[in-house]
Structures are given as C-alpha cells and as structure tokens.
C-alpha cells in the first residue's frame, strides 16, 4: 500500500470499525451482539466482562491510525507492509457487526475468521526490525496484536455459537467445547513462538479466563481447561516478552 492510501484508509478503517457497532446499539438495528451469541452459546461461553476489553483495543487502534498518519512516519515501509491486513482486519470487525445483526450466522463466521487470519498472516510476514523502537511497539505492534489475539478466540467461540445455533452439535457439545479450547491454545503458541509478539497473548489469556469464569459452576471440566490454558498462555507470553527485551538489549 501506498504510504497516500494509508494514511487514509488506516483511520477509515477505524472509524468504520467503531461507528458501526455504535450506530447498531444506538438505532437498535437487528440482533445486538448478546442476543446473536444467546442463540447458541450452551456450549461455549465467556462471561460479559470480557468483551469490555473493546475498549482497550479501540484505543490502540486510534493510536495507530493517528501514528502511522504523521508525516514523520510517511516512508516507513514496515507500515505500508501491514497497512492492507491491518485495514482488511479493523474493517472486518465493523462487518461483522452487520452480519451478526442481520444474523447472517456462516457470513460472521467467514468475516471473523477471515479477519482473524488475514492480519497474523500480516503481522507474520511484516519484518519488525530496524528503527521504530518502543513508539512503534507501543503504537502499531501491540494494537494489532491486541486485536489479532481477540479476533482468535472470539472466532473459535463464533464457530461454537453457530454450531450450536444450526443445532451441529447435538450430542457432542462437550467435545466440540473441548476441541475450540485446543485449538484456540495451539493457535496461541503457534502465533506466539512464530510472532514473539507477547501482546497477542495477553487478549486470548483474558478470554480463556473469562470462559472459566462462565462455565466453573456448570462445566467443571471444560472450565479447568480453559483455565489451564489461560495460564499457559499467559506463561509463554511473558516468556515471549522476557526473550524479545533480552534480543534487543
């Protein structure tokens, strides 16, 4: 992307991204959120708290839309690297907002995994070396890992709710609890060792925590699980961290 087109499209995105779901509960168009997942999350839910971590995310998607708009950082290649899947990403949360009210079940799918996937391959790819230091860290990387990490775990429950929802799992819902929880723990280490972006970590411990929170009292289980697997998380992400600031010391 052009460093033109991204300082533009960047804040777009953004602003798309936070409006939409502003204008939906505002208005009152269609399903909010809750009552989308309501539809099918018997068999795996998080508690309510945890999506207040939008709030945190927003702020460092602002933060890095006006960043990387700043004329100083107009020839930083690293930025127009990551700018297509950052853009496609951001965008894709306001989407999903509009599938989810219109209740397009297999459309939220496609667009939260879709946006999932599009910025870790981004975030993979985009080289991080060179100049930049704790401004580029604090003002690009960890926002975007921050909402990649979310993307990751809210997909896994996405897919749960609609399978529960188009009645899939009938039957095997303890298995299918068990199965999303995994491969949201291997995804994590897998972006984790790939990345050593701590911060995709740390919203995908909060939501595995959270899911323990939801399910302790009805799914001991599959609520010790996630529980386990918030603290490995969390573990290898602090690893992560303690590896990155030892390279660059």
Same mark, same amino acid.
């Given at each position: 992307m052009t460093p033109t087109l991204r300082r533009f499209l960047i804040p777009a995105a953004v602003i798309f991204a936070i409006a939409v779901p502003a204008l939906q509960m505002g208005l009152g168009l269609g399903l909010s959120a809750k009552e989308f997942a309501g539809q099918g999350d018997t068999t795996l839910r998080a508690a309510p708290? =945890?999506?207040?971590?939008?709030?945190?995310?927003?702020?460092?998607?602002i933060a890095y839309a006006v960043w990387q708009a700043l004329p100083r950082n107009a020839d930083d290649r690293r930025l127009d690297a990551i700018a297509w899947p950052a853009a496609l990403a951001i965008a894709g949360c306001g989407g999903w907002i509009?599938?989810?009210? =219109?209740?397009?079940?297999?459309?939220s799918v496609a667009v939260i995994v879709a946006s999932a996937g599009v910025l870790i391959?981004? @975030?993979?790819?985009?080289?991080?070396?060179?100049? %930049?230091g704790w401004k580029d860290r604090v003002l690009v990387w960890i926002p975007l890992s921050l909402l990649a990490g979310w993307l990751s775990?809210?997909?896994?429950?996405? $897919?749960?709710? $609609?399978?529960?929802?188009?009645?899939? @799992?009938a039957g095997?819902?303890?298995?299918?609890?068990?199965? %999303?929880? $995994?491969a949201v723990l291997v995804v994590a280490l897998a972006v984790l060792r790939a990345s050593r972006l701590a911060a995709y970590g740390v919203p995908i411990a909060w939501g595995l925590v959270a899911v323990w929170v939801a399910e302790?009292? $009805?799914?001991?289980?599959v609520?010790?699980? =996630?529980? %386990?697997?918030?603290?490995?998380? =969390?573990?290898?992400?602090?690893?992560?961290?303690?590896q990155a600031r030892a390279h660059t010391a």
């Open positions: 708290y =945890a999506f207040s971590i939008w709030s945190v995310i927003y702020a460092g998607l509009i599938a989810s009210s =219109a209740d397009w079940k297999w459309t391959a981004g @975030l993979l790819s985009t080289p991080r070396d060179g100049t %930049g775990i809210a997909s896994a429950l996405n $897919v749960l709710t $609609v399978l529960t929802a188009k009645g899939m @799992l095997a819902a303890t298995a299918a609890a068990v199965a %999303g929880l $995994v302790r009292a $009805v799914k001991p289980d609520a010790a699980l =996630a529980m %386990g697997a918030a603290v490995l998380v =969390a573990a290898y992400a602090t690893w992560t961290a303690w």
